[in-house]
């Protein structure tokens, strides 16, 4: 198994649409979680770090599930500038600096 | 302005030659890494630095080398050793030693081995 996984996709969906991404670890101990967009050919820009509790920036809302040792980002009214790669990191090892990403799940939103 | 600079964006490098992308920043940043990705696949952990003189191995360290002898500074070699060469390079550093922080990126260096 896979330290991060995430489905590749493409995810294509019309503008305005709400699109959810997963993304599972395989160490129960990880404790940090983050998301990142990337453009095609750019280096990865954070989007949002995931708390505890859930966060939301705007459109964008971040949750992790312990339990089934998941994290997930989900964007409502889909615009076409949101089309990219989004890509997730844990830092599998809790406290040792090493943090893995996932492969990356790519979104294209339709006019 | 505060970052973290790669050069040089592109290399060209013939197959048998050891290279060495440069990766400094200016953040103040303790911890350092050292991401390879190839194309339609996502950031592969090669080696990172949670402090000076010091480094671990990522997930694919084979065929690599790197160093961290100031704390600005975080170089890798991609060593004739390396079979597969050609890809995009990314360094990045974290304030945080102990990966709770987000990473900070350069822009990249595309290397290409003929």
């Known amino acids: 198994r896979k330290e991060v996984e995430q489905d590749p996709g493409p995810f294509n969906v019309p503008e305005g649409a709400t699109v959810a991404f997963n993304c599972t670890y395989s160490?129960?101990?990880?404790?940090?979680f983050f998301w990142y967009r990337q453009d095609c050919r750019k280096e990865p820009k954070l989007l949002m770090s995931v708390y505890s509790s859930g966060n939301e920036d705007g459109r964008f809302t971040a949750q992790l599930n312990r339990a089934s040792q998941y994290i997930s980002l989900l964007i409502r009214d889909s615009k076409l500038s949101d089309s990219a790669t989004y890509l997730c990191v844990v830092n599998i090892e809790s406290n040792t600096g090493k943090l893995i990403f996932g492969q990356g799940t790519t979104l294209q939103v339709k006019p | 302005d505060g970052g973290i600079t790669q050069s040089p964006k592109y290399l060209f490098r013939k197959e048998g030659q050891n290279v060495t992308l440069s990766c400094e920043q200016n953040?103040?940043?303790?911890?350092m890494y050292w991401y390879r990705q190839d194309p339609g696949q996502g950031l592969r952990l090669i080696y990172y630095?949670?402090?000076?003189?010091?480094?671990q191995k990522g997930d694919i360290a084979e065929g690599y080398s790197v160093s961290r002898e100031k704390k600005e500074s975080f170089p890798l070699t991609v060593t004739s050793a390396q079979k597969n060469p050609t890809a995009f390079y990314l360094c990045a550093s974290s304030i945080d030693r102990g990966g709770r922080s987000p990473l900070h990126f350069g822009n990249g260096t595309r290397l290409t081995v003929t």
């Open positions: 160490n129960s101990a990880s404790q940090s």
């Open positions: 630095s949670q402090i000076v003189n010091d480094f």
């Open positions: 953040l103040n940043h303790d911890a």
